[in-house]
């Protein structure tokens, strides 16, 4: 039996039929106004743990204040991240297997599938507000996720390859791992122990090469498959704009991936070679 949207009680009176002649009948996102609160509700729901990480954080880790302002911030940012890793692979969870979602990869629809993509575009509304306000500190590529994230995640708001969206958000098994390795690269040395550090970094190696570089351009192999080699009819569903551009987010951000793996290699060998974590601690904040 499919999960019930657990939000489907939590209405804002009129917004849902406010959003729908935009996004629900012109630009063809036909859910987004049945799960527009759940998409609101999270954006607000990880900007508030941003802002209570930046006043609890200082209370709670010794060296908080002692940080940059600069690695202040990507250290809440890094909190906010490791929440919303762990809420969402839970969340998605369910979705493997669905009977109802498997049985049409591409335009199939569940109110729980809806819901965890909306708690999915809502964190990447967040991320892309973050990316683009703190550019300088971030750069280009990650600016590119987060702005290719929203617009794949958005699409299942047609919906578009719903059934996709558990698949793709098990990229965030890595996230833990990536977030307690910048955590020790930039606290003081010995706030997290070496061996800690190097069995954190062996698992962050092993989720990300197998979770978003294997398993990612796998997905997006069978995504092309699924899009341009099984019949869909465009225009009568969903514009062929839209098959390009989650085509595109894909393979711009299965490239970053596998760049940033690359960086990951090197780091370690070099933080191995030092025998230490210290030698991390020259980087540049991520």
Wanted: hydrophobic share 50%; glycine share 6%; charged share 15%.
């Amino acid at each position: 039996m499919p999960y019930a949207d657990p939000f489907a009680f939590f209405k804002i009176p009129g917004l849902g039929a406010a959003v729908k002649p935009l996004f629900g009948d012109y630009l063809g996102y036909t859910i987004f106004p049945d799960h527009v609160e759940e998409v609101i509700f999270a954006a607000l729901f990880y900007h508030a743990i941003y802002i209570i990480s930046s006043v609890v954080s200082p209370h709670l880790v010794k060296s908080y204040k002692s940080l940059s302002r600069r690695t202040q911030l990507n250290f809440d940012i890094h909190v906010v991240s490791h929440v919303q890793a762990i809420l969402i692979l839970a969340l998605s969870f369910p979705l493997f297997g669905d009977a109802d979602l498997t049985k049409d990869r591409v335009y199939s629809y569940t109110p729980y599938a809806g819901f965890v993509s909306a708690m999915a575009v809502g964190y990447f509304v967040w991320d892309t507000y973050i990316c683009l306000r703190y550019y300088k500190m971030f750069g280009f590529g990650f600016a590119v996720h987060g702005i290719g994230a929203l617009f794949v995640f958005l699409q299942s708001m047609r919906p578009l390859l719903l059934s996709y969206s558990p698949h793709f958000l098990l990229f965030e098994l890595s996230t833990p791992f990536l977030n307690v390795n910048w955590f020790a690269s930039h606290l003081p040395e010995g706030s997290i122990p070496f061996s800690v550090q190097k069995i954190n970094g062996l698992f962050l190696l092993t989720t990300f090469f197998s979770t978003r570089i294997a398993w990612g351009f796998y997905q997006a192999f069978s995504v092309v498959n699924d899009l341009f080699l099984g019949g869909v009819d465009y225009e009568a569903v969903h514009p062929l704009w839209a098959s390009i551009g989650v085509c595109a987010a894909n393979l711009a951000l299965d490239t970053l991936n596998v760049y940033w793996f690359y960086k990951m290699v090197l780091l370690a060998k070099r933080a191995l070679t030092s025998g230490s974590g210290s030698a991390q601690k020259k980087k540049k904040d991520q």
